[in-house]
């Protein structure tokens, strides 16, 4: 668009109505009343018209016309100082300060004045009706050109009545009539100009694309709305069908009722009297359609239609219900129980109260009465052991009590706490940790008190305030654990308060005391045991009304008066006696003498407090073993005495104390077996499992099912699903279920099939279980298949109730044979002399276990040294009978460089079960370090005993691959006949759609979800022990000799990328891997994929690789030889660099002088003088005088040469 032209105006000298002098041209500002649409105008000023102006509006009266568009007197111009970096004076004449010194102005200032003269001339302007601008530096407001009109006169009241008048002798004169004031006009707001033609199409143009930006952003907003309040429902309709899975819109989401899906209601005939069970909190629970039930984006509601209310659609009708329960977001339950939202009352039995009365001194009447929360229940009266003379103590009922200072008054409403700032430190130790367990129950359990700052208030009672908190958690987390224990020990006492804690932890040197000096350390002793504490004194047992273990002195003879209603028999046995696989006799234990003599059988007996059963109370969560404990129970039992200590609780004389990460095993079991135990024995479920004949009967069932299975595979349920979960567009995790084998027994039945099918894989045709990989067919079809067939060998049951009790017996498999136990035991029968695979190969998986087991030491839970002051870690060694002679470097081990850097981002922590734990600042710092530990146990026997390479040499690999060539290309030409080639193009062929599903297209089959849909395929296309480092060698290789565009039509219908990545470059690691351990290329290629972790542990791409960058800069040199640049380069013979080289050739160009004037015909006029061009390249038409400069040029550059040195200002 080509720019308007300046507008013509013609300067006026004198006012053609006044003919004063008009002022100079400028450009209206657009103050004043209508000026905004005057803004922009060039205008001259006018003294008549201010002061016609000016007239009318103080007096109120309408503007005349002629004066209504004549710009008005343009203000004094202020002379602008020049700008300055420091500061200005104040530019009012004769501002100065008391001394005489001129008063600093404001820069931002729209006057370049101080404050008090900006405002005086704000007052100024006001009075004289003078607009002025606003002053932003110094708050001032604008000042407008005219006053506001004033008000109208007021309304006259009703005149007096008026005398009548008296006659007269001569006529009155003639009334004149008053004029009546006009009102002044309504000022009206001149309205917008119409836009211009040419602006008007771009504005509507841009204001579309405004509004559609708008729409789309306003839209996309509404359906992420839209999608979180989208649930996924579950409904089973009818016995014996699949479910009916449909997504609902719930506008009332999280709260949801049946009766609002109309389309719902409709189509299953529901009524106001229809009847749902709907899984919540772990359970069916039955609703009507408009109950209102919680529900949550991305986890399915289960719904289960319910004939009548005395029947209901079992699991086995309900086909898929129990795998979608098994999705399903695990319930966390603990003992303490929810009461209300906003309060949490623990149960009564840790509310016990004694009697105002005397002290009570006969055995028949002393009695814990428990009060209710409720006046109108009676008390609950719970004997107990001993007579004790005490001092009774008030019932705090708050959450939990600040201390155990019987005097002090708890704050309420009306009273404010005393130093509320300071309730922490008065806290007792054992409280503080008490507290803090509970919280961590609470926010494993209710989502609504997930955050650590809406649990806080509800077991402290205070309020959360972050600052505080953190500042003690983190005294607490650096103070010695022994201290912490030693005050934890000492209970709810004002001496264990944090006060006295943080006092002692200055002076603080002792790590090894572990407890008060009034609880001395106690021996070690069976987890039954009568044995007391003797304390100096009593203390105070806690006053918090949650479920805490509470220390208490049970010492009888500190009490003189203190008697026994019947005598305690000790404990004889001892649990470390016991066996694994052995039967015990649950009576022998102590303990019940203990329990049958601290809670005698009566009527009395508190409904509330863990009631004793014959098989007493578990040592640490304080809950009634019910049932027989098992074989494996005990053996826990055994096993944590030696890790755990005494920690009587008034509830379990025999409570020990220990970290939760010990004992959470074992709690959960005694839990399981309590509830599911007696079903589970009842089914025949095995509680030790024989690993031996499990290997042999796997190994059975690949003979006599597994090869016919493998010819016909379209009718089984396990590889149907599978095929599903492949042929989808996003493929979903395969969930592994183990059954009642646990772990290690799945581990065996896998190794197995494994172990078969090895020798065979490469005769299996692909077609027959495509689009699965083998290792897939084994891992979804195979094993789980290969499980049933045990199960129903084992239990003689249908095939349908064994797919049954593989989903049921998981949670029994987990808990009964996953732990250390059972993989020791599983070592142990692997290295029995009976059994036949016993150090017979040392490649077999089963190896490793044993390996691992020969490193142990006698005990279960070895103590560990402390990673401080020690040694390099010593490399692991095989033993003799299969020691490889294969010359490790000192760098197989890096370990060793990452653990001397952990003393400076860890502390000391030692725990029970490991004297030389330490705890770092933060578990992302040394997760790579355990993590690779690990992988190195598990993988670096395998590696040394298939003799991998721990140091490939990567200076001479990507020569190696070079030499390939050859066949490679020999390869390429016929690319069908690899085997790479053959699965990538099955795996990325889009399958015909299932009923209900739409078809793939080829862009969604290569999207990068489906490139690397599972482990297998990402193991399978690496570098294998050649790790990441080698995988980019290998990129660099191929791609150089099979550049874009070679034979891309037989590649079809897979691209350049898929075939280079997926096809070539692992075709090449093949060979590299044959070479490297003489392999065939079968075993070559399996150990391409199985060495995949060992080359990423080995040979992380963390840092920039000199042979990566090698082989890239000559690769590069390569390809550029084909340039012309190249090879004018080489014939050049120049030293320099070629891009250096090519630098200098450049031509130079200098601007051409627009001062020297052009001349027709001249060479030089208006053109680009080349300045690099030398003498001798001139045209021969020169005179002598040129030749003989350029001779002396030359032979200059002859002397200089001659010399060896090179003038660089040649040029």
């Given amino acids: ?592 003498d203990v329990i049958a003599a601290t809670y005698p059988a009566g009527d009395s007996a508190c409904a509330h407090s863990p009631q004793p059963t014959d098989f007493g109370l578990c040592a640490f969560c304080d809950e009634p073993l019910r049932t027989k404990p098992s074989s494996k129970l005990l053996q826990m039992r055994a096993d944590l005495q030696e890790k755990t200590y005494p920690l009587p609780t008034p509830a379990n004389p025999n409570h020990r104390g220990a970290l939760n990460s010990l004992i959470s095993t074992y709690c959960d079991l005694h839990q399981y077996e309590a509830q599911h135990l007696p079903l589970a024995l009842s089914k025949g479920w095995p509680e030790t499992i024989s690993y031996c004949d499990l290997y042999d009967q796997a190994t059975t069932a690949c003979e006599e099912e597994l090869d016919i299975l493998l010819e016909d595979l379209s009718d089984n349920t396990f590889f149907i699903d599978a095929a599903s979960r492949a042929n989808s567009a996003m493929p979903s995790q395969f969930v592994r279920l183990t059954g009642y084998f646990g772990k290690f027994g799945y581990d065996r039945i896998f190794l197995a099939i494994q172990d078969y099918y090895r020798e065979i894989e490469a005769d299996i045709d692909p077609a027959s279980y495509a689009p699965l990989s083998f290792s897939q067919l084994i891992e979804e079809v195979f094993v789980p298949h290969t499980q049933i067939r045990l199960i129903v060998n084992e239990l003689r049951e249908s095939p349908d109730d064994a797919r049954k009790t593989l989903y049921e017996s998981s949670e029994f498999g987990r808990l009964f044979h996953s732990d250390v136990s059972d993989r020791a035991r599983l070592t142990a029968h692997l290295a029995a002399p009976s059994h036949p695979n016993a150090a017979a190969d040392p490649n077999a998986p089963e190896l490793r276990m044993e390996l691992e087991h020969q490193s142990e030491s006698e005990t279960r839970f070895p103590p560990m040294s402390p990673l401080y002051n020690l040694p390099d870690l010593p490399l692991w060694q095989p033993p003799p009978e299969i020691q490889v002679k294969i010359e490790l470097e000192t760098e197989v081990d890096p370990n060793s460089l990452l653990r001397d850097s952990l003393d400076a981002i860890s502390r000391a922590d030692p725990i029970p079960g490991n004297a030389g734990h330490r705890r770092p600042t933060s578990m992302m710092l040394v997760g790579g370090y355990c993590e690779k530990h690990r992988l190195e146990r598990d993988i670096f026997p395998r590696a040394i005993a298939g003799k991998w390479l721990f140091t490939p040499d990567f200076s001479t690999l990507f020569k190696r691959i070079l030499s390939l060539r050859p066949a490679l290309v020999l390869l390429n030409e016929e690319i069908e006949n690899s085997s790479f080639f053959r699965d990538e193009k099955a795996h990325y062929t889009p399958k015909p759609p299932q009923p209900g599903e739409q078809q793939m297209s080829m862009t969604q089959m290569l999207s990068v979800g489906r490139q690397y849909a599972s482990v297998e395929r990402l193991h399978a296309q690496g570098a294998g022990y050649y790790s990441e480092i080698g995988y980019e060698i290998f990129m660099v290789a191929v791609r150089f000799m099979f550049p874009d565009g070679v034979n891309l039509e037989h590649y079809a219908p897979l691209p350049y990328s898929v075939v280079l990545a997926e096809v070539l470059l692992p075709e090449a690691a093949v060979r590299i891997v044959e070479q490297d351990l003489e392999l065939s290329p079968r075993a070559a290629k399996r150990v391409l994929r199985e060495s995949y972790l060992f080359g990423v542990n080995r040979h992380p791409s963390t840092t920039e690789s000199p042979d990566v960058a090698a082989a890239i800069r000559y690769t590069t040199e390569v390809q550029q030889c084909v340039n012309s640049a190249y090879r004018s380069w080489v014939a050049s013979g120049s030293s320099l660099h070629l891009n250096e080289w090519v630098a200098l050739q450049k031509v130079k160009a200098e601007p051409v002088d627009s001062q020297i004037p052009r001349a027709q015909g001249l060479a030089w006029a208006g053109e680009v003088i080349d300045l690099t061009e030398d003498d001798s390249e001139d045209d021969s038409g020169g005179d002598v005088e040129g030749d003989e400069v350029n001779q002396a040029d030359s032979e200059h550059d002859a002397d200089v040469d001659a010399e060896g040195e090179i003038d660089e200002d040649c040029n």
């Fill in 1 to 592: 668009m080509s720019s308007e032209p300046d507008p013509q105006f013609e300067k006026r000298l004198n006012c053609t109505q006044c003919a004063s002098t008009m002022g100079a041209v400028r450009v209206h500002n657009g103050t004043g009343s209508g000026g905004p649409t005057q803004h922009g105008r060039i205008v001259q000023t006018d003294g008549e018209a201010f002061v016609a102006r000016y007239n009318s509006r103080r007096i109120g009266a309408p503007i005349p016309a002629q004066f209504v568009n004549i710009p008005l007197r343009l203000a004094v111009d202020i002379e602008v100082p020049v700008a300055i970096n420091g500061a200005i004076s104040c530019a009012a004449f004769g501002c100065v300060t008391a001394g005489g010194t001129p008063t600093r102005g404001s820069q931002q200032c729209i006057e370049f004045k101080c404050k008090r003269c900006c405002q005086e001339a704000a007052t100024d302007a006001t009075d004289a009706h003078k607009p002025r601008d606003p002053c932003k530096s110094h708050g001032v407001a604008p000042v407008s050109d005219y006053d506001h009109l004033p008000p109208g006169p007021p309304t006259a009241a009703a005149p007096p009545h008026a005398p009548a008048p008296a006659p007269r002798d001569h006529a009155p004169p003639p009334a004149r009539r008053a004029p009546v004031a006009q009102p002044p006009p309504a000022r009206r707001v001149p309205l917008a100009q119409p836009i211009g033609p040419l602006w008007r199409a771009n504005h509507r143009t841009a204001d579309t694309a405004k509004t559609a930006v708008e729409d789309l952003k306003t839209r996309r907003l509404e359906m992420e709305a839209r999608e979180k309040k989208t649930v996924d429902l579950r409904i089973f309709y009818k016995a014996g069908i699949q479910p009916a899975s449909l997504e609902e819109f719930v506008d009332t989401y999280p709260r949801l009722q049946i009766s609002s899906l109309t389309g719902v209601v409709e189509d299953l005939k529901l009524t106001p009297h229809s009847r749902l069970d709907h899984w919540s909190a772990g359970a069916f629970k039955t609703i009507y359609i408009e109950s209102v039930i919680h529900v949550e984006h991305g986890t399915p509601v289960l719904l289960k239609l319910r004939p009548s209310l005395t029947e209901e659609m079992s699991l086995d009708d309900c086909p898929g219900l129990a795998e979608e329960l098994s999705r399903q977001p695990r319930i966390y339950r603990t003992k303490r129980t929810h009461v209300g939202s906003d309060d949490l009352v623990s149960p009564l039995k840790k509310t016990a109260r004694i009697g105002s009365g005397p002290a009570i001194t006969d055995a028949s009447q002393a009695a814990h009465v428990l009060v209710d929360a409720d006046d109108s229940t009676p008390p609950l009266v719970l004997p107990i052991v001993a007579t004790v003379a005490v001092t009774p103590r008030p019932v705090v009922p708050r959450a939990i009590a600040k201390t155990s200072d019987a005097t002090r008054s708890h704050p309420t409403r009306s009273t404010k706490p005393d130093d509320p700032k300071l309730w922490i430190s008065r806290l007792s130790i054992f409280q503080w940790d008490r507290a803090w367990r509970a919280i961590k129950d609470m926010q494993d359990s209710d989502p609504l008190t997930s955050a650590e700052s809406a649990a806080f208030p509800k077991v402290f009672g205070e309020a959360y305030v972050k600052a505080t908190v953190s500042k003690y958690k983190g005294l607490w987390d650096t103070t010695p654990d022994a201290l912490k224990l030693k005050y934890i020990t000492m209970g709810d006492v004002p001496e264990a308060s944090w006060k006295c804690m943080l006092c002692e932890r200055k002076t603080y040197r002792d790590s090894a005391a572990a407890v008060h000096s009034r609880v001395p350390d106690p021996p070690s002793m069976p987890l039954d045991t009568n044995t007391t504490l003797h304390p100096t004194h009593p203390h105070t047992p806690p006053t918090s009304n949650l479920r805490f273990p509470d220390p208490m002195d049970v010492d009888p003879g500190f009490f003189p008066d203190a008697e026994l209603d019947t005598p305690l028999r000790p404990f004889t046995g001892s649990l470390s006696q016991l066996e694994f696989d052995g039967d015990m006799d649950p009576f022998n234990f102590g303990a019940m």
